[in-house]
Each structure stands twice: as structure tokens, then as C-alpha cells.
């Protein structure tokens, strides 16, 4: 079968008024217009597709009139003309106010992102020393991460840690560095 005649994705997209996406979404579906791969040489195989699908697809395609175009006008531009009837701005109104304030919702800037603080930054922020702080992130109760400045931990987890949690992770951290210690 001679490809050469059949049309190119972006030529039969254009003739069919849709995108070349839609296009290649309707093939993939099996639907028409039929699609073959024309070989090209030293490259990739090239979607075309047959040019008998595209003409009766394009000749079934509804062409959409403005209502206020005169009928005459009309029955020249295309056979299968519908109308479209004339938007009534007052019903429109509601309806566009809500998208608006929708969208505005939406473009809102977002909440700012936490902010990270140093190592020295928050054994003064929490009142506990940075050695302590390092031993929390050893043991995983609190996380952190590290940059080119050194480690960071996030302010939130700081203001998270509650005064008893912070007790009893003294104790244990204690218990845990006198052991190790002791079996030394």
C-alpha cells in the first residue's frame, strides 16, 4: 500500500479542527481515522493517516454559526450550519462571579514554607544544649537534615516537643551514654 498520499499527523489534525493529541488519542482508540506508519529512512516511522477517513470526517464536522449571522449568510458557509443561540448575559452572571471567586481562592499565594533552623539556633530556641539536640536526631525523635551550612532542623518540630517528652529523653539519653560508659 502506497503511504506517500496519506496525510501527516499535523495535517490531518488541522483539517479536522482538533489538536494532534486529540488525534492520536482517537487512533489509539480505533477509531477514524485510520493510522498507519509510513517508513522514512535513517528514521523514525511517521504517523500518517488515510486521507478518505479525514475528508468524510470533515465533511460530517458541524461548523458552529453565531445566531446573528443572517440565515443566507449561513446556508453558503457550510450545509450542516446549527446555531448558536445568543448568550444571555444577565443568567451568565452568577455563574461567572462564582468561577471568579473560585480561581481567586485558587491564586492565592500559598502559606510560606517552614523555616529550617541551625543547630545553635535551636538548642537556644528550645533552651537544651546542641549535644543533646544531636542525640534526639541520633535516636530519631527528632528530624533534621543537612546543607551545605550543617544540620538543620525544622522550627515546628522544636515548638512539637513537649516539656515531659523532653524530660524523659534526658533520662533516657543519660542512662544510655552512663551504659555505654560503663562497658567501656
Known sequence: MNLEAWLSEPEAARRLGISERQLRTRAAQGKRPERRYRPRPGGKAQPVYNPRDVEDLEATRPVVVPADVPARLADLAAPNVQPVPAWNVNALTPFLERITQALERRLQPP??????????????????????????????RLGC??????????????????????????ADLRQTVNARRAGR
Open 111 to 140: 502559606a510560606p514554607v517552614l523555616p529550617w533552623v541551625t543547630m545553635p539556633e535551636a538548642a537556644r530556641i528550645i533552651g537544651l544544649s546542641e549535644n543533646l539536640l544531636r542525640a534526639l536526631v541520633r535516636t530519631g
Open 145 to 170: 537534615l543537612r546543607d551545605k551550612q550543617g544540620w538543620k532542623v525544622r522550627r515546628l518540630d522544636l515548638e512539637h516537643l513537649e516539656a515531659s517528652k523532653l524530660q524523659r529523653t534526658t
